[in-house]
């Protein structure tokens, strides 16, 4: 059973800075992607940014391009969103997710998400 915990949600002021964790067990993702997406109140979950293990590849959503950072540590099976110049509409749920061809065919696991709350 894939496991995936994200951590590191909060409350921030507008233009600060937040890092989310996503801790992954049950399996050897060396050959997985995994990505972060994220769902606001009233609206349908949204892709952020995805990596294949190894960063070889990280694509971002444009609205979050220059102002967040996907990255993975293999050895720790942990993946991370560093997200910076925070705007009140980065406010949602944030999500991991897996997939064996996330980018392609959409994850196959998912975290239970954290709050991320940005006031103006």
């Known amino acids: 059973q894939v496991q995936l915990v994200e951590s590191g949600g909060g409350l921030v002021q507008a233009g600060g800075s937040l890092r989310l964790s996503c801790a992954a067990s049950g399996r050897t993702f060396s050959s997985y992607e995994m990505g972060w997406f994220r769902q606001a109140p009233g609206k349908e979950r949204e892709f952020v940014a995805a990596?294949?293990?190894?960063?070889?590849?990280?694509v971002y959503a444009d609205f979050v391009k220059g102002r967040f950072t996907i990255s993975g540590d293999n050895a720790k099976n942990m993946v991370y969103l560093e997200m910076t110049s925070l705007k009140p509409e980065d406010t949602a749920i944030y999500f991991c997710?897996?997939?064996?061809?996330?980018?392609?065919?959409?994850?196959?696991?998912w975290g239970r998400g954290t709050q991320v709350t940005v006031s103006s």
């Open positions: 997710a897996a997939g064996v061809e996330l980018l392609r065919k959409g994850p196959g696991y």
């Open positions: 990596i294949t293990w190894g960063g070889v590849r990280r």
